[in-house]
């Protein structure tokens, strides 16, 4: 179950129905911190609108703060998260985000932004 301080943060801070958070770091603190945990995590590419041609994502949501940025769904997730910690998940977003995405030359991630589905 999902704590009412939990929904009361995504409600307030997630810009669409993705669980999808600019800063996410908070929104992990209070969420494990509440007993709740990820089961997956979709990846998001923060890029700016000119370099979507060349983003493993498409489509996606603009970003409330600057609409030069646009937060494109690539399509790529994660599952099976439900029994990790908050450190391995942190670790995990960690080293997915210093990786990136890359396909061939011509497509790769610009800023690697996760969003969380949650275990009910």
């Known amino acids: 179950m999902i704590s009412k301080k939990v929904r009361q943060y995504i409600a307030e ?7 999808l958070f600019a800063d996410w770091e908070p929104f992990l603190d ?3 911190a ?21 983003s493993v994502g498409s489509g996606g ?9 646009v937060y494109a769904e690539t399509g790529l997730y994660k599952d099976g998260l439900e029994a990790c910690t908050l450190d391995e998940i942190r ?10 995405i890359r396909y ?4 790769r991630s610009h800023d690697l932004v996760p969003s969380f589905c949650l275990e009910d």
């Open 91 to 100: 670790e995990y977003i960690e080293r997915e985000r210093k990786t990136g």
């Open 30 to 32: 209070l969420l494990y």
């Open 13 to 19: 801070h997630s810009f669409c129905p993705e669980c």
């Open 61 to 69: 949501y603009i970003d409330p703060v600057s609409v030069r940025f």
């Open 104 to 107: 061939g030359d011509r497509y």
């Open 34 to 54: 509440e007993g709740g945990r990820v089961s997956s995590i979709l990846w998001w590419d923060h890029c700016l609108k000119s370099q979507l041609h060349e």
